[in-house]
């Protein structure tokens, strides 16, 4: 059992424990009969009022809670990810937006459970735009035809769900809008939904009239320094108390990457870039701004991979975003922002050097995979069989140690991303 499935398997004895069923878990001792129910269980589950991923059971007696498994007496209608899948893409939702879902089989005292997995999400409510209909193939009162309403939103609080034939109270029904909207969550989180529609985004006119770093009036009455009139500001036409400065200076203490010594001009450099709500900084990170300002991505996140038990003697420093974070949404908002055809050379060395994790749970299998495979000998073998930077002309301000350590960091990203593809690739052929 991995990492994951051992997680889930502990999450879901946790429920079973509590001998009772609730907003977002629910017990069946087997598949649906009627696909309507299915569907009816799985929007409710969708809509959720824990704002979190939703989880039914099947395998397990939901008025007793005693775990039966799922064996040859009960596995009739049992489904698997795929058919999941499609049974939700075949069934006519609001604006096409349907719930994501999928089937984990999981060992608890010896029995498989079969759990379908809701993931939690920013769309709801979910709602079907056309009724669906479903007649079981059992004759009893019990499994008559049901339908599922159009419009109707359905939700579950505690252990009961919303009956097939009404719809939510209306003050379920707003809270599930005002997630959606992300009225009720943090500057930080709201920041990121915005971002993601950088069309939304209205360029601010520059204004440096206080924009001067000191004055000293008894030395030299009348001077002001100012800085550099070059930072790009950006509101959110729809909140405009939330922007974005790519501003022309950098806090922090290195301010160049290897990527930025791979073009023809290598004076490039890291900048802060600045998220505000209100005023106040909401995120702080660097991008990098490269090939004399032609193009500006962001800049990848670093980790150290420690395969030798020593840090210090050799270790890989690995390039990294991890998808779905602030980086990565900063990184697109800059593309769209710049017209990605304008910036594709740029965004292709990016992506050459960069790896671009699913979620952080597959960065950290792939360190795992990375410690597992090497040693120091075939560190050695594998960095000397790349490229390395090669400078047109020497860089000021920049010494030669760190020219060095740049190097080592893009033998490092070369090595590594090789890595990366191998190891998805063998992932996908199983």
Same mark, same amino acid.
Request: proline share 3%; hydrophobic share 30%.
């Given at each position: ?21 609730? !907003?977002?878990?629910?017990? &069946? ?27 039914? *059971?099947? !395998?397990?007696?939901?008025? #007793? ?23 939700? =893409? ?14 984990? #089989?999981?060992?608890?005292? !010896? &029995?498989?459970?079969? $759990? ?120 959110? =036409? ?5 922007? *974005? ?6 806090? !922090? ?11 023809? +001009?290598?004076?490039?450099?890291? =900048? ?19 090939? @004399? ?12 991979? +420690?395969?030798? @038990? ?13 998808? @779905?974070?602030?980086?990565? $949404? ?16 740029? *965004?292709? &060395? ?25 040693? &120091? ?46 190891? =998805? ?6």
């Amino acid at each position: 059992m991995n990492r994951a499935s051992k997680a889930l398997a502990e999450e879901i004895t946790s429920l079973i424990n509590k001998k009772q069923e609730g !907003g977002y878990w629910d017990f &069946k001792l087997e598949w649906h009969d009627n696909k309507a129910e299915l569907l009816h269980d799985i929007i409710c589950l969708a809509n959720n009022m824990e704002n979190r991923d939703a989880y039914l *059971i099947f !395998g397990v007696e939901d008025k #007793t809670c005693q775990i039966i498994g799922i064996n040859e007496d009960n596995s009739r209608n049992r489904l698997n990810t795929v058919r999941v899948v499609n049974f939700l =893409r075949d069934k006519k939702f609001v604006g096409g937006i349907r719930p994501m879902a999928r089937v984990e #089989t999981i060992d608890i005292e !010896g &029995k498989d459970l079969d $759990i379908l997995i809701i993931e939690n999400s920013r769309y709801t409510p979910f709602r079907l735009s056309q009724d669906f209909k479903y007649k079981s193939k059992k004759s009893n009162d019990k499994d008559k035809e049901r339908t599922v309403k159009a419009n109707n939103v359905y939700t579950r609080i505690q252990d009961t769900n919303t009956p097939i034939n009404e719809t939510a109270d209306p003050d379920k029904e707003e809270k599930l809008w005002r997630k959606r909207f992300h009225i009720d969550e943090p500057a930080y989180n709201r920041a990121m939904y915005y971002l993601e529609n950088p069309e939304d985004w209205e360029k601010a006119e520059r204004d440096s009239s206080d924009s001067y770093i000191a004055t000293d009036e008894l030395r030299y009455p009348g001077l002001k320094l100012h800085r550099p009139a070059w930072d790009d500001s950006y509101y959110y =036409r729809y909140a405009p108390e939330y922007s *974005i400065e790519f501003t022309s200076y950098c806090s !922090g203490t290195n301010n160049r990457h290897f990527l930025c010594l791979l073009f023809p +001009d290598p004076t490039g450099t890291l =900048r802060d870039v600045v998220v505000k709500a209100s005023n106040q900084t909401v995120y702080k990170y660097f991008y990098l701004d490269l090939d @004399g300002a032609k193009a500006r991505l962001i800049y990848p996140r670093s980790d150290v991979i +420690d395969f030798n @038990g020593n840090p210090f003697d050799r270790a890989f420093i690995m390039s990294y975003v991890v998808k @779905g974070s602030f980086e990565c $949404i900063v990184n697109e908002f800059l593309i769209e922002k710049q017209k990605p055809d304008r910036i594709y050379s740029y *965004i292709k &060395k990016w992506k050459d050097y960069v790896i671009q994790f699913e979620s952080e749970y597959e960065k950290d299998e792939f360190k795992k995979y990375i410690v597992n495979k090497y040693n &120091k000998a075939m560190y050695d073998q594998e960095t000397q069989n790349t490229n390395d930077i090669r400078l047109s002309e020497k860089i000021p301000f920049i010494s030669s140690d760190l020219l060095k350590y740049h190097n080592r960091v893009y033998k490092d990203a070369q090595v590594l991303m090789r890595e990366y593809e191998t190891w =998805r690739n063998s992932l996908n052929a199983h």
